[in-house]
RNA sequence: GCACUCGUAGCUCAAUUGGAUAGAGCAUCUGACUACGGAUCAGAAGGUUAGGGGUUCGACUCCCUUCGAGUGCACCA
């Protein structure tokens, strides 16, 4: 069996030491555990200042008092050393040996048994009128991998996208595209679909803002030049066509969508992300309406004199919402408020994490709250993973400036990126073509990917498309590189996994240190859950990287001076440290090679 | 104006959730047995954690306040 809190032994030690020693009963919550700073000795460090109330003396002499007990009563505690309210604690070697053996070689070893619990993730959640950019991928990127780290913690789990594909925006690019299109396609034009699309949004901005200047010199005023601009009337007139259901219009629409979702489909298969449930706009876009009637029979909306109806979240600390307007349309948050409910009808599950970014944070505020008013028994397992915006030294990305950063360039430029860093390193010339195209992926998306999760999703995020991502230090390429040099190692030495174990009973202190990286794994995956934070799993891949090459760099395997037991040893470490490796990047989405 | 979020080395990020002398990478400088793979490793330098006040054994972390940045505050989505 895999034990997922090995230090727990320790826990349940100092509770009794307590009981023992100062008569009183404190909770496991009541004690502070925490890995033991390189610079002193011992592995496992218990604070000991909360206790000296209740022993009434010195946090040196409470920590030795402790301390004594543990070492009396566990023989796995080998020596203690006090520093102030600090009781640092060293734990045998066969101890950390075993750990190794029975607990982290296992392949089992960080996947939790399954909770019985369902969990949605919605992200990525495009508009169907133009082409990715990199707040998308970042978006995608987290998604995705808060999905995989659920699914590591035993959750099940359903990755959704809610597909924005109607409204005025859509057709915007389809009345410039009926205008000034010439019934270009994606095959005539040998352009990506979405891009085809993104293409005539940007023209019919820039047709749009011709007419208004027009108007204006006129004399109409800027506001009014807006309104009234036919460009404008025209596609809020195809919107209503829409809405009726034009053939003409839905058929064109039909087309246009089409091409987009191809385009979107090469984009995420390249990003290596995928979706277990699509939901469309153009389905969900009348719900809510009557989930809006329930909430008003319960008194949780108010309707006003001119229809609309509203609900009052100023106790809340909040304004008065709108959720039915005065010609019994729904807007933006019945729509959600009707979503969340499909999907809650639909798959039943415990939590619905949204992928979303920070701007919308008031938005679900309040659709959290409507929902909980309206005594949804779910209400409370949902949550709003908000993430900061990506933005440029210039500011933010503005689409109709052209200073977006494209999804599909910069993932191309990343690749043509590894391939330079590649080559001038010379080392994979053996390669055939389609393996190197592959490597260049891998690498040119470990680096982009790394370099988006390893910060915390709720700050913002500067990108600086002068300054290319680094492919050395804090970066996805240096873990890539530490698992393919371990690779290399085993290869050579003909290692396969699950080889019996040694006799070595003595540690060394960068051997100790690595193992006590790698035990740490479960501990990372259930953190970053609970965050719903990559970031974790990608700081704590990094120091485990770091740790290993720290050791890869001192302590020879393969050469003749190393004894066999311990040059077995220390190939069942490595091969444990090139799993967890694997693992952890893949919990970020990111492949490790064999050889780079 | 009101609300929310953020502010840590020149730059990009950490800090075991209130614990020890605030740690990494990049950039700068110095070094590594003729490389079990140098996309590596060792070292130097770099800090009043935006400023001020408070809470306590202890504060980057919690509270108040000032400053700065971002976002939101539509019968748009």
């Known amino acids: 069996m895999i034990n997922f809190a090995p230090m727990d032994f320790i826990v349940d030690a100092a509770i009794r030491a307590v009981k023992a020693l100062y008569n009183t009963d404190i909770n496991a919550t009541d004690i502070t555990l925490q890995q033991t700073r390189k610079e002193f000795e011992g592995q496992v460090t218990i604070v000991t200042f909360p206790f000296v109330k209740l022993s009434r003396k010195s946090p040196e002499q409470t920590g030795t008092e402790i301390g004594e007990f543990l070492l009396n009563e566990l023989a796995d505690v080998s020596a203690f050393n006090v520093i102030k309210g600090f009781l640092n604690i060293s734990i045998s070697d066969e101890y950390w040996i075993g750990q190794l053996y029975n607990q982290i070689a296992r392949p089992e070893f960080g996947v939790y048994p399954p909770k019985d619990e369902k969990v949605m993730v919605e992200y990525s959640s495009p508009n169907t009128n133009k082409p990715l950019h990199l707040g998308h991928i970042r978006n995608n990127l987290l998604g995705y991998s808060v999905a995989e780290i659920l699914k590591a913690n035993g959750y099940e789990v359903i990755k959704a996208n809610l597909v924005n594909d109607r409204g005025i925006h859509i057709c915007k690019s389809m009345l410039a595209w009926q205008l000034f299109g010439n019934g270009e396609t994606p095959e005539s034009s040998g352009l990506k679909g979405d891009h085809l699309v993104g293409k005539y949004y940007v023209v019919f901005d820039k047709e749009y803002k011709k007419q208004i200047d027009e108007l204006k010199a006129l004399g109409q005023t800027e506001e009014e030049a807006k309104k009234n601009a036919p460009l404008i009337i025209q596609a809020q007139q195809m919107l209503e066509q829409w809405e009726a259901g034009d053939v003409a219009v839905i058929d064109l629409w039909k087309t246009m969508n089409s091409w987009v979702y191809a385009g979107f489909a090469e984009t995420y298969k390249k990003l290596g992300v995928d979706f277990d449930q699509y939901y469309y706009e153009s389905d969900t876009y009348l719900l809510g309406k009557d989930i809006i009637d329930e909430g008003l029979a319960k008194s949780v909306f108010f309707k006003k004199e001119d229809g609309s109806v509203w609900i009052d979240l100023t106790a809340e600390g909040l304004d008065q919402k709108l959720v039915l307007r005065s010609n019994g349309t729904s807007v933006y948050i019945t729509q959600d408020v009707g979503t969340a409910q499909l999907k809650y009808s ?191 799993i990608a700081n704590y891949v990094y120091e485990l990287a770091k740790t290993y090459n720290k050791f890869y760099q001192d302590k020879a395997i393969l050469k003749d001076e190393v004894p066999a037991d311990v040059r077995q040893f220390r190939l069942t470490l490595s091969a444990a440290a090139a799993k967890i490796i694997k693992r952890s990047m893949s919990l970020l989405g990111i492949m490790v090679p064999e050889r780079m």
């Open 346 to 536: 639909q798959y039943h599950m415990d939590k619905s994490i949204y992928v979303v970014g920070n701007e919308q944070d008031y938005h679900f505020k309040v659709l959290f709250l409507i929902l909980k008013k309206l005594g949804k028994s779910w209400a409370p397992g949902l949550f709003h993973l908000s993430y900061g915006m990506v933005d440029l030294p210039s500011g933010k990305m503005k689409s109709r400036e052209g200073t977006v950063v494209d999804a599909d360039d910069l993932m191309e430029e990343m690749e043509q990126t590894a391939k330079t860093h590649t080559e001038a390193l010379g080392k994979v010339n053996s390669f055939g073509e389609t393996e190197k195209e592959q490597l260049y992926h891998t690498i040119g998306m470990g680096a982009l990917k790394y370099f988006l999760l390893k910060v915390e999703p709720k700050k913002r995020l500067l990108f600086d498309p002068a300054e290319s991502i680094d492919f050395q230090g804090h970066t996805g390429p240096f873990i890539q590189y530490t698992h393919a040099r371990i690779r290399s190692v085993l290869n050579k030495a003909g290692y396969t996994s699950g080889e019996a174990s040694t006799d070595i009973k003595q540690l060394d202190a960068l051997e100790r240190e690595l193992i006590l990286a790698l035990n740490q794994f479960p501990e990372a995956i259930m953190q970053a859950a609970r965050d719903y934070s990559p970031a974790v």
